[in-house]
C-alpha cells in the first residue's frame, strides 16, 4: 500500500514508439526493482502510449512534504488567501517574480496578450535582520492584495507569479534555464472543476496535492516538495542584458548576454543561442510531465512557468464583456 507521505512524485514522462523500445523499458524497470531499497516507494503512471515511470539515474529525486490539515479557504478575504498560498509554497528570502498580464480575443479569432512591463515586480515577501534571519513581512499581504486587486481592475490584467524563485531581479533571470530552485510541482488543468480533478488524483493514485487553487476555468494543483531541489548541477546562471549599443529592427536595445570567456563580448541573445537545460533541471521537468500526463494537465512542465495568484480575479477577454472570475484558494494540505 503507498503512503503518502513517503511517496516519491519521481516520474518521467516519454513516448513509447516501438516494441524494441517498451522492451527495453521493462528490462530497466525490473532490474531497478531488484536494486530498490525496501522501503523505496514509487508510483508508475500509465496512460495509453504515454508511460511515466520511476527515474533511475542518480539525481537526487524530490519527495513531497507530508500532508497535514485541509480547509476550504475560498471565503476568505484576498489578503488571507494570499498570505497562506505564499508562506505554504514559499520562503521569506525567494525573490518571487509578479506578472501583470491583459489576455483577450480579437474579433478574428486570434488569442492576443499584453503585459504590463511597468508594473511588473520582483519581489522578496520577508525581511532580514541584523543577524541576517528571514521572517515574512506582517504587514504586506494587505497592501499586496489591493495593489494586485486595483491594477487587475484598471488595466483587465491577470495577476501571474512565477512559481520558481527567480535568482535575481529586473527581468534579467526569467527565463527556464536560469531557474536554481525548485520547491513544488505542479499541474495546471483546464475547464475542469475542483472536484473533478480531484477524482483524477485518486484514480491514478497521485498524491493529494499540498495546494489547490480554483482559477476561474479550471484547477492548480501544487505539491510542496519536502526539501527544495536544487539545480546545482551547473554554474550560476548568466543574465540577459540590455545592450548599450546593439539595437534590434524596432530600434529598441537588443538583449545579450556577456561572453563569459571574456567577459566583455555582447551576444544578442535568442532562443536558439540559450544555455541548454542542465540534467537535473530536465528532470524535474520530466516529472511534472509525468504527473500531468495522468491527470490530463496542460503543457505547464517548464521552470519558468507562471500562473495566477489566488485571492484575485481570472479576467481572461474583459475587455470584450466577459465577467471576471474569481481566482481562489481552496484548500491547503
Known amino acids: 500500500m503507498l503512503r503518502r507521505s513517503s ?9 513509447i514508439t516501438d516494441q524494441r523500445q517498451r522492451q527495453r523499458q521493462r528490462q530497466r524497470h525490473r532490474q531497478h526493482k531488484t536494486t530498490a531499497k525496501p522501503h523505496q516507494h514509487h508510483i508508475r503512471f500509465t496512460c495509453g502510449k504515454l ?49 501583470p498580464i491583459e489576455t483577450w480575443t480579437d474579433s478574428d479569432g486570434r488569442k492576443r496578450s499584453n503585459v504590463l512591463y511597468k508594473s511588473v515586480r520582483h519581489r522578496r515577501l520577508g525581511v532580514c535582520d541584523n543577524d541576517r534571519n528571514w521572517s515574512w513581512q506582517p504587514n504586506l499581504w494587505e497592501s499586496l492584495a489591493r495593489s494586485s486587486i486595483q491594477l487587475g481592475e484598471k488595466s483587465h490584467a491577470n495577476i501571474f507569479f512565477g512559481v520558481c524563485p527567480r535568482f535575481g531581479s529586473d527581468g534579467k533571470y526569467d527565463k527556464a534555464w536560469q531557474i536554481r530552485n525548485v520547491r513544488c510541482v505542479w499541474a ?4 475542469v472543476s475542483v472536484e473533478e480533478a480531484v477524482k483524477r488524483c485518486h484514480k491514478n493514485q497521485v498524491p493529494m496535492p499540498t495546494v489547490v487553487v480554483s482559477t476561474g476555468n479550471g484547477v492548480h494543483f501544487y505539491w510542496k516538495l519536502s526539501e527544495p531541489f536544487l539545480i546545482d548541477d551547473v554554474p550560476d546562471p548568466l543574465p540577459i542584458l540590455r545592450s548599450r549599443t546593439l539595437k534590434n529592427a524596432r530600434g ?25 537545460m542542465s540534467n537535473k533541471a530536465l528532470h524535474i521537468q520530466s516529472i511534472m510531465q509525468g504527473i500531468n500526463a495522468v491527470i490530463g494537465g496542460d503543457h505547464t512542465k517548464d521552470l519558468s512557468r507562471i500562473l495566477r495568484v489566488p485571492g484575485t480575479a481570472n479576467r481572461k477577454n474583459e475587455r470584450n464583456g466577459d465577467a471576471a472570475k474569481p481566482c481562489s484558494l481552496i484548500s491547503i494540505s
Do not use: H, W
Request: include cysteine; charged fraction near 20%.
Open 7 to 15: 511517496i516519491q512524485a519521481t516520474c518521467v514522462a516519454f513516448l
Open 51 to 99: 508511460g511515466a515511470f520511476l527515474m533511475t539515474t542518480d539525481v537526487a529525486r524530490p519527495t513531497i512534504a507530508p500532508a497535514a490539515t485541509s480547509e476550504n479557504l475560498a471565503m476568505l478575504p484576498p489578503s488571507e488567501q494570499m498570505r497562506l498560498f505564499f508562506t505554504t509554497l514559499f520562503e521569506p528570502s525567494d525573490l518571487i517574480l509578479f506578472r
Open 188 to 191: 495546471d488543468l483546464d475547464g
Open 252 to 276: 529598441k536595445s537588443e538583449s545579450v548576454i556577456i561572453d563569459p570567456t571574456n567577459g566583455k563580448k555582447e551576444i544578442p541573445y535568442s532562443a536558439n543561442i540559450a544555455p541548454p
